[in-house]
């Protein structure tokens, strides 16, 4: 009987109600919400979000460099022939590279940074006319274990201009281990900034929690010594004064900004 009854519910285009269970549409509506509010706190949860503060700290590290880069070259002003240039030029540079390799420097520590030649051009009665040519050359020279051997940079540069070196354009000094100078100084920078942060959030009323990033910052290293013009007499062979050139303490400072969650 109550299967022909459900028939005839939906007959003419019936919509098939009179059969259905209104406890069953409840289950599957309360179920369904309950799926819903399980994926709500699921993704509160595993994607909480956090208030955040970042707090910069700073690392300091004095040292004494031991080695320098000095820039140093040749200049060969209007000789009559391109050839003439190149050759006054190749034998200048032989002469310098051979007086200092005497001082103990290598191969490896003398790098061509800039050869050139070029025409030389003076103007009479009003016209561009070729004058002589040109030519020159750039060296970088690296010194090594000036903490030993502190005179050394002041006799390589002497006995460089004696040979025929009539441009230098300065000298930066480094440390040989500058990575691991970096390293203490990137270690002193967090310190500091965990100490700001500690006493920042007592101050502010707030809890650290956990780091949720950081950045850093090479502020500063050390500096170039320039010396243009240092070189007299060099051309001609003559006697060079040794310079005076200290290597003074340099600074390395690292900036660490550290990113706290805080409650």
């Known amino acids: ?72 070259g040749v200049q060969v002003d209007k000789t009559p022939k391109a050839e003439d240039a190149l050759n006054q030029l190749n034998a200048k540079v032989l002469s310098i590279t051979n007086a200092i390799k005497a001082l103990g420097i290598t191969d490896a520590d003398i790098k061509t940074n800039n050869y050139s030649l070029y025409t030389q051009y003076d103007f009479r009665d009003n016209v561009s006319v070729v004058s002589g040519y040109n030519a020159n050359q750039q060296l970088a020279i690296k010194v090594k274990s000036l903490n030993t051997n502190k005179d050394l940079l002041a006799k390589v540069i002497a ?72 070189a007299k007499g060099g051309m001609g062979g003559g006697t060079a004064a040794t310079p005076q050139i200290n290597a003074a303490d340099n600074e390395l400072i690292m900036e660490i900004g550290m990113t706290y969650n805080i409650k």
């Open 159 to 230: 006995e460089a201009t004696k040979a025929g070196a009539n441009q230098v354009n300065g000298v930066n000094f480094e440390a040989s281990n500058l990575e691991d100078l970096k390293q203490q100084a990137r270690v002193l920078a967090i310190k500091d900034a965990d100490k700001k942060g500690v006493d920042l959030a007592k101050a502010a009323g707030v809890r650290l929690y956990k780091i949720s990033g950081w950045y850093e910052n090479f502020i500063s290293g050390p500096s170039p010594v320039p010396m243009m013009d240092y």
């Open 1 to 72: 009987m109550k299967k022909s009854m459900d028939s005839a519910c939906c007959q003419d285009g019936g919509d098939c109600k009179c059969g259905r269970n209104p406890a069953v549409i409840i289950t599957a509506i309360v179920v369904l919400g309950l799926i819903i509010s399980f994926a709500i706190l699921r993704d509160r949860l595993t994607n909480q979000q956090y208030r955040q503060v970042t707090v910069t700290g700073q690392g300091r590290i004095t040292y004494q460099p031991d080695q320098a880069t000095i820039n140093l």
